[in-house]
T-cell receptor, first 112, second 116 residues
């Protein structure tokens, strides 16, 4: 059973376009992280959201946590080739602070 | 120092070889993790060490043997692997127990393992 789902799975866009990636679950998470991973490298933490309805901005990236803490979105404005990578959402379970559940990822390609 | 380091970067081994992967962090984090990642897939949790003790083993085959010599080091000993074990092996650490950090994990660059 996939606790976290992401959509779309693959996304190829032109430089300058906007995009939104979604992370959904039927479970409630104590926190949710977004990571970006480039080929052959480890995931890099972008943001953590913990409060329902929370919105965080990181330059051209806007992250939102759903009111019920079951879903999240990542919006990128004016995408650049450097944004290319695998975007992973990961949720923290209240039952274990040691463990996170990863979504399947969204592979983004930004074409110059 | 906010970095997790892993060695080697690449490893090629035969099915009868014994090798070890190494991971090090100097952020004072108390939890360390091993993940396995196949291409275009999310990381799969293998092991978690909390305060140098094994806290989670996700039913990993015994040909993978983790070791945590101290709070900064994490090893993964490999023996009699199969070709399907070829993958990117990632180490991560987190500041366990501090509410404000929640489940944030910091990953190393990974070891690309090929089993022939």
């Amino acid at each position: 059973t996939q606790l976290l789902e992401q959509s779309p799975q693959f996304l190829s866009i032109q430089e300058g376009e906007n995009l939104t990636v979604y992370c959904n679950s039927s479970s409630v998470f104590s926190s949710l992280q977004w990571y970006r991973q480039e080929p052959g490298e480890g995931p890099v933490l972008l943001v953590t959201v913990v409060t329902g309805g929370e919105v965080k901005k990181l330059k051209r990236l806007t992250f939102q946590f759903g009111d019920a803490r079951k879903d999240s979105s990542l919006h990128i404005t004016a995408a650049q080739p450097g944004d290319t990578g695998l975007y992973l959402c990961a949720g923290g379970l209240k039952t274990s602070y040691d463990k996170v559940i990863f979504g399947p990822g969204t592979s983004l390609s930004v074409i110059p | 120092d906010t970095e997790v380091t892993q060695t080697p970067k690449h490893l090629v081994m035969g099915m009868t070889n014994k090798k070890s992967l190494k991971c090090e962090q100097h952020m004072g984090h108390r939890a360390m993790y091993w993940y396995k990642q196949k291409a275009k897939k999310p990381p799969e949790l293998m092991f978690v060490y909390s305060y140098e003790k094994l806290s989670i083993n996700e039913s990993v085959p015994s040909r993978f043997s983790p070791e945590c010599p101290n709070s900064s080091l994490l090893n993964l000993h490999l023996h009699a692997l199969q070709p399907e074990d070829s993958a990117l092996y990632l180490c991560a650490s987190s500041q366990e127990g501090l509410r404000e950090n929640y489940n944030e994990q910091f990953f190393g660059p990974g070891t690309r393992l090929t089993v022939l």
